[in-house]
T-cell receptor
Framework: AQRVTQPEKLLSVFKGAPVELKCNYS??????LFWYVQYSRQRLQLLLR??SRESIKGFTADLNKGETSFHLKKPFAQEEDSAMYYC????????????FGTGTQLKVEL | GAVVSQHPSRVICKSGTSVKIECRSL??????MFWYRQFPKQSLMLMAT?????????EQGVEKDKFLINHASLTLSTLTVTSAHPEDSSFYIC???????????????FGPGTRLTVL
């Protein structure tokens, strides 16, 4: 069974500090990994996906198959980064289904 | 960008009544729509996958007769919570995807959610 684990419910950092939101997964195969973000009073939206290898809003995430991790990182946190972040997994042939982690609330303090 | 709407945004109903929630893709055709349930401060749990013109595929533990899903067109899917009870109170979120291409994931676009409260 596929599973996504986000160990931190809440992560509080100061503005300008580095951010790392942890995500580990279990999947017997080659999954596709995503980070979704939900800003206050807004809908869930895709932040980035591992196959794109992009940096979005300064965030990056590298898929580490050896450690089965897909941690989200940003070198310098901004106040507007405060949001709920969900790591998600989709398996090939899974019909596009997403399995979500429990989410991490990121709070960036001034 | 792709927009998905949900209606209503909030609904309060009495126990035993049925409630219908609509999910619409406004500017694209959604081959597949998904329905999720989210409890307070918890993750999104996939309830079912709905493909246009065919029966929905329900996740394990989700009652098909309780949560009726219809995907009659490429832009509309509905979730009907039948004979609702207080334990069905939750936040229901839909998402829509333009479709799958082999094993490649196609992005899901999420609706704003519907808050259901059953008294």
């Amino acid at each position: 069974a596929q599973r996504v684990t986000q160990p931190e419910k809440l992560l509080s950092v100061f503005k300008g500090a580095p951010v790392e939101l942890k995500c580990n997964y279990s999947y017997s195969g080659s999954p596709e990994l995503f980070w979704y973000v939900q800003y206050s009073r807004q809908r869930l939206q895709l932040l980035l996906r591992h196959i794109s290898r992009e940096s979005i809003k300064g965030f990056t995430a590298d898929l580490n198959k050896g450690e089965t991790s897909f941690h989200l990182k940003k070198p310098f946190a901004q106040e507007e980064d405060s949001a709920m972040y969900y790591c998600a997994l989709s398996g090939p042939g899974g019909g596009n289904k997403l399995t979500f982690g429990t989410g991490t609330q990121l709070k960036v303090e001034l | 960008g792709a927009v998905v709407s949900q209606h209503p945004s909030r609904v309060i109903c009495k126990s035993g009544t049925s409630v219908k929630i609509e999910c619409r893709s406004l500017d694209f055709q959604a081959t597949t729509m998904f329905w999720y349930r989210q409890f307070p401060k918890q993750s999104l749990m996939l309830m079912a996958t709905s493909n246009e013109g065919s029966k929905a595929t329900y996740e394990q533990g989700v009652e098909k007769d309780k949560f009726l899903i219809n995907h009659a067109s490429l832009t509309l899917s509905t979730l009907t919570v039948t004979s609702a009870h207080p334990e069905d109170s939750s936040f229901y979120i839909c998402s829509a995807s333009p479709g799958t291409s082999g094993g490649t994931y196609n992005e899901q676009f999420f609706g704003p959610g519907t808050r259901l409260t059953v008294l």
